[in-house]
Each structure stands twice: as C-alpha cells, then as structure tokens.
C-alpha cells in the first residue's frame, strides 16, 4: 500500500511537470499580453504572423473601412428605430412587413460588407494565414448581430 501511494504521488506530479512544461513550450506570450490588451490588432499581427508592411496594410484597410461600417450601423440603427415605432404605433401588418425587410436589407448588407473587407485583409496575408483567418471570421458573419460594433468575436 505504501509503495502504491508513492507511485500514485510520482506518476500525478509527473503528469503535472509534464503539463506545465507543455504549456510553457506552447504559450504565446505576444498572443496572450495582446488578448489582457484586448488589442485585436495586435492579436491579428501575432496570430496570423504579419509583416510589417503587411500590417500597415491591413491597418490601412480597417481604418478605411470604419467609416463604411459605422455608415451600416447608422442605417441600421433608424431602419430598426422605424420599425420599433411602428409596432409601437400599431402600424398596419403591410407596412411592418416592409419596415421588416428594410431592416434585413441592411443588415445583409453590413454582412456583405464585412465579408468583402475580411477578403481584402486575407489577400494583405501570407496565402496559408489568410487561408485560415477567412476560416476563423467568415462563418460568424452568418450570425452576427448588428448590436454595435464588429469586434474579433462576431458572435457577440
């Protein structure tokens, strides 16, 4: 029994030695000050292993493109203030449906959007990183919310 429980003891710390070496042979340290930052450019910098050019690029295209995105949130914002006071009002079912694909409209084009800005940073990439953050983002604009703006997590 004595002899079980010390090889019990030896093999878990062991087993710990082993895990936290791996880790620490695995962390990022870049990738993990950049997430406590919650700085997404540099998380995207790390993660997808940029240039420099390639970065100023890349930040180019997103300084470029909050205006366009901030114009889509603007419109969709007053398409949903509309429609918000017209079922308040009591407004006809006609006239709800149309405010309803007004809505819609917008909102598929602020996805549209997005997805042809998120192609113009992957083409800014080394081939095989834009390969994998068209991957990682373009799923998430299917779902993506349109309650306020875009972060690196579209699904919020």
């Not at 002899?3 to 082993?18: D, H, P, R």
């Not at 962390?27 to 940029?50: C, G, I, P, V, Y």
């Not at 909050?66 to 949903?80: K, L, N, Q, T, Y």
């Not at 990183?129 to 972060?151: D, K, V």
């Amino acid at each position: 029994m004595k002899n079980l429980l010390l090889t019990f003891l030896l093999v878990l710390a062991a087993g710990v030695l082993a895990a936290g070496a791996f880790f620490c042979w695995q962390s990022d340290n870049a990738l993990h000050a950049a997430a406590q930052e919650r700085d997404a450019m540099k998380w995207l910098r790390t993660e997808f292993h940029l240039s420099d050019a390639q970065f100023a690029a890349i930040a180019k295209l997103h300084k470029d493109y909050s205006v366009e995105c901030a114009d889509h949130c603007v419109a969709i914002g007053s398409a949903r203030a509309e429609l918000a006071a017209a079922e308040k009002s009591g407004q006809p079912a006609a006239t709800l449906a149309t405010l309803r694909r007004n809505v819609a409209d917008r909102e598929l084009a602020c996805r549209m959007a997005i997805g042809a800005h998120l192609r113009k940073v992957a083409a800014s990439m080394p081939p095989g990183e834009g390969e994998r953050y068209l991957q990682l983002l373009m799923p998430r604009i299917e779902n993506y919310t349109h309650r306020g703006a875009p972060t690196v997590r579209l699904d919020e």
